[in-house]
């Protein structure tokens, strides 16, 4: 303790006198025990260690102090700082290791927990298959058209050579727009292409066209009201017969690989003269005992599609020359087609929209 001073001047030295100091230590203390998280702690800190905080601002009144008195006091408010520092640290450390353990139980990862599973994708397989039949055409040089599935009745029909009273028009069983003297129709087949493709070019022509046509058919294993079909035109100078079962004896190898069997059989279209009907040995039963066999019913074969000689009348009706050109035209079902490659027995399943059926061709590139 310092000794009498006649120049200590007791009002300064009040807010430093031990009782003071003490409480002023001892309300830091609780807040910093009392803080009970870090935030919490952060404010007790500004409120009790930070310039403007009690002790400190007491610390700063030693300096007006008389000299004798300086140390005394000093060790005093020195003392309470350093109690008041030390608790602070240490329940900083408490409040952090809490704050970490519950962070990390908060961010806990259970690795065994089931994924959530976003499949992927994959082309429908008449599409894939579709395209991969245009690539064959372009690899021989040819041109892919294309034309609209809403179409009008003359190119659907007339241009075709099947006039109003037709009888084959009622091969071909038709979907018809309203209102009914709209002349528009579902097309029916790809061979409107024909006559498109022939109204707007010069031959020599080599032309294929896949794309979606329907008809008024029922379903079964291998007919569906909405299907897909590739037709293919060649209008040059000396096209054959022969010319058309070479291009498709390069379509099936292509699609088929070697080997496989098929056959012309006489057939009629009026838009070709003469005219042909390719099938393939049933997949299924492969021709043998095919009474029992469900896809090709009895037949022992599966037809892919027709084809023939372009019949004059047409090259006339779409403005081609018949005595300076001659062509050919096929038009195949490439649901038949995709039904014969991946051996699917049931067209049903082509169109039935189930994913499993899809994803299991996976994405043919
Ligand atoms: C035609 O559609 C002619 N336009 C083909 C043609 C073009 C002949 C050029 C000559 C020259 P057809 O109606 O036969 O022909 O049908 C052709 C092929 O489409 C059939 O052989 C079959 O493979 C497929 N097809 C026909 N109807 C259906 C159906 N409802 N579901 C699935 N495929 C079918």
Redesign the pocket.
């Known amino acids: 303790m310092s000794g009498p001073n006649t120049e200590y001047d007791p009002v300064a030295v009040t807010p430093l006198q031990a009782d003071q100091v003490e409480a002023m230590r001892d309300q830091a203390l609780a807040a910093i025990a009392a803080a009970e998280d870090l935030k919490a702690l952060a404010q007790a800190r500004s409120e009790h260690v930070g310039d403007r905080s009690p002790l400190a601002l007491a610390n700063r009144e030693i300096g007006a102090l008389p000299p004798q008195a300086r140390k005394e006091v000093g060790q005093r408010v020195g003392q309470a700082r350093g109690a008041v520092a030390q608790a602070l640290a240490a329940r900083t450390e408490v409040l952090e290791a809490e704050h970490e353990e519950r962070t990390l139980l908060a961010e806990t990862v259970d690795v065994t927990l089931p994924t959530r599973r976003h499949p992927a994708g994959s082309r429908h397989p008449i599409t894939t298959l579709s395209d991969r039949i245009a690539d064959i055409f372009v690899a021989m040089g040819w041109e892919i058209a294309e034309g609209p599935q809403v179409e009008a009745e003359w190119l659907n029909f007339d241009a075709l050579n099947l006039g109003p009273d037709h009888p084959a028009r009622t091969?071909?069983d038709t979907f018809w727009l309203e209102p009914a003297d709209s002349a528009l129709v579902l097309r029916?087949?790809?061979?409107p292409v024909?006559a498109r493709t022939m109204l707007t070019r010069e031959p020599p022509i080599y032309v294929a066209c896949p794309g979606r046509?329907y008809?008024t058919?029922e379903v079964d294993a291998?007919?569906?009201?909405v299907?897909?079909?590739v037709?293919?035109?060649v209008i040059d100078e000396g096209i054959t017969m022969a010319h058309l079962k070479g291009t498709l004896d390069h379509l099936t190898t292509a699609l088929f690989g070697e080997g496989i069997t098929t056959r012309f059989r006489p057939s009629y279209?009026p838009?070709?003269e003469p005219?042909a009907?390719m099938d393939m040995v049933c997949f299924v039963c492969r021709g043998v005992d095919p009474e029992q066999c469900r896809t090709c019913r009895g037949e022992g074969w599966i037809?892919?599609?027709?084809?023939?000689v372009v019949n004059p009348r047409v090259l006339v009706a779409c403005g081609v020359d018949p005595d300076r050109y001659t062509g050919f035209?096929?038009?195949?079902?490439i649901?038949?087609i995709l039904m014969f490659r991946h051996t699917v027995e049931d067209?049903r399943d082509v169109f039935e929209g189930d994913v499993r059926f899809t994803s299991a061709f996976g994405v043919e590139i």
């Open positions: 091969m071909q029916t087949h790809t061979s024909q046509v008809r058919d291998t007919h569906s009201p299907f897909h079909q037709e293919g035109l279209f838009f070709t005219s009907e037809e892919l599609g027709g084809c023939g035209a096929f038009g195949f079902g649901d038949r067209l």
